[in-house]
């Protein structure tokens, strides 16, 4: 009996120090720091968190990317067409940019966002038009489906060309930090 109740308390105290490391490893979010949002561009953020639109103006004004988003929530739908983790995606339609996004933290947030941003910048420029399945990039059409997702140039230009403004954009939201 009393070796029973030795096992048990030292059972409890080592389950008491994993749960204790657990918690005390969890990465601390970094907070931002306070920003003026920019009148270059108007963003309507309907889905939680809410600093997605603090990001998104950051990158735009970055980028010097303005215009009109709406920021919806990911589909179920739009992730199952996806082969891998659909983190968000972007359209431009009628002058707008429809954001949907999955739910991420601070700092995935700025890497997935200044992703789309870029994309934001092609489809302002012309460079990147999308319709009915199909996709015009540099006067190219090209069927979406067909290629895989790494072998999209309009991808490959914006994975290449995120890492500068991700940098310029944590340096805006986490200096002093």
Known sequence: MKNNIVKIVLG???LLILLFLIF???KEERVFNKVELSNFSTIDNVV???YYDTVLSVAM???GVGGYVIVGQLSDVAKSNFDGDLKAHIRYFNSKFYLFTGKMNRDESIEVLCHEVI???QYGS???VYS???VLWKG???ELNSKEYENRSWENDAFTRQKELIKSVEGVLYTNN
Do not use: A, R, Y
């Open 12 to 14: 409890v105290i080592v």
């Open 24 to 26: 005390k490893s969890k």
């Open 48 to 50: 939680f968190p809410t």
């Open 61 to 63: 004004k970055e980028m």
């Open 119 to 121: 994309h934001m910048q």
């Open 126 to 128: 012309g460079d990147l």
């Open 132 to 134: 009915d399945g199909n």
């Open 140 to 142: 190219e059409t090209i």
